[in-house]
């Protein structure tokens, strides 16, 4: 198993920035990718962006891209999401969510992130 703890969120103005962390431990050898994903009330669960394990490789939502960014750190088994330029909109529960080589998926308990107009 993987288990995933998110940290980093809080209350920003509109135009800050938060940089959210998730920390992987357990079976991280397993991992081939870990991703981010929020929800706002009253919203479904949406993807925000994904990084590849192994290369480094990461791909966004649009309603993110260039705003956005996931790096991951090999040694501190930890990705990071760096949020520029934050909207109201972007107000939600951030969570972590990684996938295993074997196509198992592990989520985190989830980090609110409110970003005030």
């Known amino acids: 198993q993987v288990q995933l703890v998110e940290s980093g969120g809080g209350t920003v103005q509109t135009g800050g920035s938060l940089r959210l962390s998730c920390a992987a431990s357990?079976?991280?050898?397993?991992?081939?990718?870990m991703g981010w994903f929020r929800q706002a009330p009253g919203k479904e669960r949406e993807f925000v962006g994904r990084?590849?394990?192994?290369?480094?490789?990461?791909i966004y939502a649009d309603s993110v891209k260039g705003r956005f960014t996931i790096s991951r750190d090999n040694v501190k088994n930890t990705v990071y999401l760096q949020m520029n330029s934050l909207k109201p909109e972007d107000t939600a529960v951030y969570t972590c969510q990684s996938t295993t080589m074997s196509g198992y998926d592990y989520w985190g308990q989830g980090t609110q992130v409110t970003v005030s107009s």
């Open positions: 357990g079976r991280t050898g397993s991992i081939y990718g």
């Open positions: 990084i590849i394990w192994s290369s480094g490789s990461a």
